[in-house]
């Protein structure tokens, strides 16, 4: 007698999206779900909603990342721009970002005399 098969759950299909979504490779998910490395891609094979689970996952996080870098164009752009780089190879591993100042169409200014000192 060996140990008992592993069976995918609906419960470890969503931790495996979850942990995909925060960028978790599949070594690290595997860890998660508590099954070998090894055993991860015997089960990618047998279950394809796992595969499923990690594609959709993964997806979703660049979505996130690729909308945070839409909104903060000014700030933390470096971490975004380097987590997805690495989440998804159509990012340019040396992305770079070009910010674009407003244009002030026109400017006013007055000068207003000092009072005097009587």
Do not use: H
Request: negative net charge; hydrophobic residues 45%.
């Amino acid at each position: 007698m060996g140990k008992p098969p592993i069976v995918i759950t609906e419960e470890m299909l969503i931790t495996a999206e979850k942990m995909a979504a925060l960028g978790l490779n599949k070594k690290q998910i595997a860890l998660c779900l508590g099954i070998g490395y090894s055993t991860m891609f015997t089960k990618l094979d047998e279950y394809p909603e796992l595969r499923e689970a990690i594609e959709v996952g993964a997806a979703k996080g660049v979505a996130k990342a690729a909308s945070m870098l839409q909104e903060r164009m000014k700030t933390d752009t470096r971490a975004i721009l380097a987590y997805l780089a690495r989440q998804d190879r159509s990012w340019a591993p040396n992305a770079q970002v070009t910010l674009e100042a407003p244009q002030i169409q026109e400017v006013e200014i007055k000068l207003i005399d000092p009072p005097s000192e009587a």
